[in-house]
């Protein structure tokens, strides 16, 4: 069974950095592509982050230059580095997996960790 479990969250003054951690088991790391979401009160989430197997990473344009999403594949882990964390940053982060198997797809994610940024 596939578990992702985050953690690292937690209360920063505006400027602040945090690093969130997801660790991943019962797939094929390696070949996995990984996303951070986030969603924060009232709002719908959205796609924070993502690496792929190859080591290219994407971002949202609110995030870019700020975040860096990094992964290590000997531990299953995927890193979320937050920097110049501001306000609007403040959601719930959750890690994500698609895998995919012939025509379908199967989407997993983590229980979230709270981040909060005060300003």
């Known amino acids: 069974q596939v578990q992702l479990v985050e953690s690292g969250g937690g209360s920063v003054q505006s400027g602040g950095s945090l690093r969130l951690s997801c660790a991943a088991s019962?797939?094929?790391?390696?070949?996995?592509?990984m996303d951070w979401y986030r969603q924060a009160p009232g709002k719908q989430r959205e796609l924070v982050a993502g690496i792929r197997s190859s080591g290219s990473t994407n971002y949202v344009d609110s995030v870019k230059g700020r975040f860096t999403v990094s992964r290590d594949n000997a531990k299953k882990m995927v890193y979320l580095q937050m920097n110049s964390l501001n306000p609007e940053d403040t959601a719930v982060y959750y890690c994500?997996?698609?895998?995919?198997?012939?025509?379908?797809?199967?989407?997993?994610w983590g229980q979230g960790t709270q981040v909060t940024v005060s300003s």
């Open positions: 019962g797939l094929i790391f390696s070949i996995a592509s």
């Open positions: 994500h997996v698609e895998l995919r198997t012939g025509a379908s797809a199967y989407h997993f």
